[in-house]
C-alpha cells in the first residue's frame, strides 16, 4: 500500500522561506512522478508544483519564481523550497504522488501520472500547515 509522509511548514513571516518534504513508501520503483497541491480555508484545492517520472517541471503561475520543487535520484522523497512567502501562501499543503493502477505499485508504465491538471490520478498524504504572516 501506498502511502506518503509530509515534514516540514509551520509558521513563517512574509518575505521568508520554509521546506516541505515528502517520501512515498510502498512503490515497487523510485521512477514516480510527485506533485504538491495545497487548499486554504474556504477555497478549493490547486496545484502549486509536480514533477513528473521524467524529471520535468511544472508550477503553477502564482509561485514561478519562489517555489522549487525537487526530487531526489533514486528515491520517492520531494521537496518543495518555498522562499518570498506571502499571506496568501497560507494554506494546507498536501504531498501527492503517482496513483498505482493495481498491486503491485509498479513499474513506471503501471502508474497513473499525477500531475496539477489531472489530480484525479494522485495518491494523498495527510496535509501539513504552512501559515505566512504579514
Not at 29 to 37: D, L, R, S
Amino acid at each position: 500500500q501506498v502511502q506518503l509522509a509530509e515534514s516540514g511548514g509551520g509558521s513563517v513571516q512574509a518575505g521568508g522561506s520554509v521546506i516541505l518534504s515528502c517520501t512515498a513508501s510502498g512503490y515497487t520503483t523510485t521512477n514516480v512522478g510527485m506533485a504538491w497541491f495545497r487548499q486554504a480555508p474556504g477555497k478549493e484545492r490547486e496545484g502549486v508544483a509536480d514533477i513528473n517520472k521524467d524529471g520535468r517541471k511544472t508550477y503553477t503561475a502564482a509561485v514561478k519564481g519562489r517555489f522549487v520543487i525537487s526530487k531526489e535520484a533514486g528515491q520517492n522523497t520531494v521537496s518543495l523550497q518555498m522562499s518570498a512567502l506571502k499571506p496568501e501562501d497560507s494554506a494546507t499543503y498536501y504531498c501527492a504522488a503517482d496513483r498505482p493502477r493495481g498491486a503491485p505499485a509498479g513499474p513506471a508504465s503501471w502508474l497513473s501520472a499525477c500531475l496539477l491538471d489531472r489530480p484525479a490520478n494522485c495518491v494523498w498524504g495527510q496535509g501539513t500547515q504552512v501559515t505566512v504572516s504579514s
